[in-house]
């Protein structure tokens, strides 16, 4: 009789200790959208972050597409461009080869990244690794969540960069897309993921 309290005991220890670990923060936001926002490539860039992973130059766009510059450090690098462990809840592609259509207005592109929600991460990102350098040297990038009121845009981003986006609603489904104002469209090796 006691060996099976015990072994009960043993066993609801286990589920309860189990269950808080692994589960994850349920983040509900009941809201009304807001207006959708178009996307614009005439502007270089807004609410966006624009990292070279080379230099350390992070150049960052703010929703009127004003820019200001810093420089991280090579740890500060290597978080932003997700390198290391990969958890739990993390959202990564790894390397795929994507063809990048041409731009028509901004507003449609090629599907990269599909975050069914951001949680527990803030931030969605696309690291350029590789463009074909005599006929697409460059790619637009965006970001948008399903309702179309929380978006981000980087426009003629050459390789070896990362372009990040810290969501607004993160339990929210995103996409990222890549169009390019290029004259020839081609393929181009990219990697999407979400990072804190």
């Given at each position: 009789?006691?060996?099976?309290?015990s072994v009960l005991l043993a066993?609801?220890?286990?589920?309860?200790?189990?269950?808080?670990v692994f589960?994850?923060?349920?983040?509900?936001?009941?809201?009304?959208?807001?207006?959708?926002?178009?996307?614009?490539f005439s502007q270089e860039g807004r609410n966006v972050d624009v990292l070279n992973v080379?230099?350390?130059?992070?150049?960052?766009y703010d929703d009127k597409g004003?820019?200001?510059?810093?420089?991280?450090?090579?740890?500060?690098?290597?978080s932003r461009t997700g390198q290391g462990e990969v958890g739990l809840f993390d959202y990564d592609t790894g390397l795929v080869n994507i063809t990048v259509p041409k731009n028509i207005n901004g507003n449609q592109g090629a599907l990269v990244g599909f975050y069914d929600t951001v949680a527990?991460?803030?931030?969605?990102n696309l690291h350029i690794i590789s463009l074909p350098q005599t006929t697409m040297p460059t790619i637009n990038v965006a970001f948008t969540n399903g309702m179309g009121d929380d978006t981000a845009w980087a426009a003629n981003i050459p390789e070896g960069y990362?372009?990040?986006?810290?969501?607004?609603?993160?339990?929210?489904?995103?996409?990222?897309?890549?169009?390019?104002?290029?004259?020839?469209?081609?393929?181009?090796?990219?990697?999407?993921?979400t990072s804190y």
């Amino acid at each position: 009789m006691r060996f099976g309290k015990s072994v009960l005991l043993a066993i609801a220890m286990v589920m309860l200790f189990s269950t808080s670990v692994f589960a994850a923060p349920v983040q509900v936001q009941d809201r009304t959208p807001n207006e959708k926002v178009e996307i614009d490539f005439s502007q270089e860039g807004r609410n966006v972050d624009v990292l070279n992973v080379a230099t350390g130059e992070l150049v960052s766009y703010d929703d009127k597409g004003t820019k200001i510059t810093t420089f991280l450090t090579p740890e500060q690098v290597a978080s932003r461009t997700g390198q290391g462990e990969v958890g739990l809840f993390d959202y990564d592609t790894g390397l795929v080869n994507i063809t990048v259509p041409k731009n028509i207005n901004g507003n449609q592109g090629a599907l990269v990244g599909f975050y069914d929600t951001v949680a527990p991460h803030s931030y969605v990102n696309l690291h350029i690794i590789s463009l074909p350098q005599t006929t697409m040297p460059t790619i637009n990038v965006a970001f948008t969540n399903g309702m179309g009121d929380d978006t981000a845009w980087a426009a003629n981003i050459p390789e070896g960069y990362v372009v990040s986006m810290k969501a607004r609603y993160p339990s929210e489904s995103y996409v990222a897309r890549v169009s390019t104002n290029e004259l020839y469209s081609s393929i181009a090796l990219l990697r999407s993921f979400t990072s804190y």
